[in-house]
């Protein structure tokens, strides 16, 4: 299966070259590497050219944008801009969006294209991420173990046609699975794939992002009570329960402005029905 990687990258000088290493290193390799440098300030543009010298499927493209780095827009904007550059390819059969700050296992994508050729069904594959604690590699326990992180995805191309590819917005990654099983698809999770993570989820989020998670919510058409139940899991899953306060503070502020939803009323109607099947689920 062929499969392309995107990768934005804002200032990963210290991360980028041990990603890429582990890419260029798989049982299977990709037919293309992009790396998206996005206004880096740092030698993340250096290090993607020497790989660039070495390895045909490695490219890179400079783009510039905000150096805030709020969670959503800016990565997918940045993500959009490598897709951009195959729209006239669509010889492809998996497109993954990887962050840069990241070391797969050798056996990575040949394990995800292994899910995807048996399972005509999966339209979208990945790993774990696991981070270090006291010298330990743990899992990164943030979502249940059905979600596939933002860091990470991996879609069937006629899955992410039919979602209409990713959403520049705080929530996309979650979006994109409750769309793909709206529109049939199933999502898989492979626990053997254990893939390091170097830098926390959030390390570098701008303090305007506090509200964001509360806005995605609402965008998502989440509703009160499912918004809640969502934030109070997330914020404990964080171990920082003050999250809740900010997170129903952007719920609120989002549904004052009237901000738009990203998906269809009968979409959301979809939603939250899947939601609170999966809680009644864990309670029965």
Not at 126 to 142: D, M, P, S, T
Not at 200 to 225: D, L, V
């Amino acid at each position: 299966m062929k499969i392309y990687i995107i990768i934005p990258a804002h200032n990963e000088e210290r991360f980028i070259s041990k990603t890429l290493q582990s890419l260029v290193s798989q049982t299977i390799l990709p037919e293309k590497i992009i790396v998206v440098n996005d206004n880096s300030t740092d030698q993340t543009e250096n290090i993607v050219k020497e790989f660039v010298s070495n390895y045909k499927f490695v490219s890179l493209i400079n783009t510039s944008s905000s150096i805030e780095h709020l969670p959503g827009s800016k990565v997918i904007n940045a993500f959009y801009q490598g897709l951009h550059s195959i729209e006239n390819d669509d010889t492809y059969d998996i497109i993954c969006k990887f962050d840069a700050d990241l070391i797969f296992p050798d056996n990575y994508l040949e394990k995800i294209s292994s899910h995807f050729a048996s399972n005509p069904k999966a339209g979208m594959i990945g790993g774990f991420c696991y981070i270090e604690k006291n010298n330990q590699w743990v899992l990164e326990n943030l979502t249940n173990k059905d979600h596939i992180r933002g860091a990470l995805k991996a879609y069937r191309k006629s899955c992410f046609k039919q979602i209409k590819g990713l959403v520049p917005a705080m929530g996309w990654d979650t979006i994109d699975e409750l769309l793909a099983q709206y529109h049939g698809w199933e999502i898989k999770t492979d626990i053997s794939l254990k893939v390091k993570h170097l830098k926390p989820t959030g390390n570098t989020y701008n303090p305007k992002a506090k509200y964001k998670q509360g806005e995605a919510f609402y965008r998502m058409r989440y509703g009160f009570w499912i918004t809640l139940l969502a934030s109070v899991k997330l914020a404990l899953l964080k171990k920082r329960p003050k999250l809740i306060v900010d997170y129903l503070k952007g719920f609120y502020k989002a549904k004052r402005n009237k901000s738009s939803f990203l998906v269809t009323e009968e979409e959301g109607k979809f939603i939250r029905k899947l939601r609170w099947n999966k809680i009644r689920k864990k309670f029965l």
